[in-house]
């Protein structure tokens, strides 16, 4: 039987606090609220304990944050979109922030097992002022297990309506995709980090976000397969492609952190879930 699991949570300020509280139905839900970073970062764990999606599942997520909170999700391990016998799996997320709102969408990878057909959609809404670093991570199959992904459909979709708006639909049996070199060229991990304005981004500011990306993947292992563009006032994206997840992961999280002290001041603070 398809499992449907819907999860809203809301970042509101109680007394130069930020405060989550979230209401759920079905198996999705966040865990206690913690303060690493003092009382004006809310960092949450957001947990799904079927542990992936077969087909005819959904997930469907809804953040809302308030002026002048910081809210900071993300996930204990990946999201896994299992083989399917005919029906789609999806997993949608919508981000709602107002104005002067900051947020930190950070979840895990998503693997895409061979057999699936899968959707991951994310849609972010911002007003002016407010300001978003996330990113989007997706593996195909299981290369170090012998798993590859040689069958099914996985899409991806991410949005600001009016702003950007990417989508992609990677088919394993497309072998032009996804073993020449104008596509992934035999790479098995596709990787998105964003940072994301209610508001145009002044040019200075920009450059300065554009140039740290820049010079922390030219140190990087993957600075051949990774880019970094502005494809609109709003929105700065890095990409990676990389035969691993792991390798991926490490060069976003270098930009994070070079990103998060460059544009709001704040030392990097991971999760503690990373490191267990």
Known sequence: MPWHAQLQIDYCAE????????????????????????????????VHPPGGLVGGDTLDIHVHAASGTHGLITTPGATRFYRSLGERALQQSHI?????????????????????????????????????????????????????FDSG??????????????????????LRLMNSPLGLAGHRCIASLFFATGSPIERQRKQQVLDAARDVMAAHDLRATAGVTSPNPQVIVLRIVAPLVESAMHGLRQVWSAWRNLVWGKSASSPRIWST
């Open 96 to 148: 709602t922030l107002e104005a002067g709102a900051r947020f930190e969408w950070l979840p895990l990878e998503n693997i895409a097992y061979s057999g699936c057909l899968a959707e991951n959609r994310l849609q972010l809404n911002l007003a002016k002022g407010a300001e978003l670093i996330g990113w989007d991570v997706t593996a195909l199959g299981l290369p170090n297990a012998g798993l590859p």
């Open 15 to 46: 007394a130069a606090r930020t405060v989550a509280r979230y209401q759920h139905t079905g198996p999705l839900r966040i865990l206690k609220s913690l303060y690493p970073e003092g009382d004006t970062i809310c960092h949450n764990v957001l």
């Open 153 to 174: 459909r996985f899409s991806q979709h991410i949005e600001m309506p009016g702003v950007w708006l990417e989508r992609g639909r990677i088919d394993a049996t497309d």
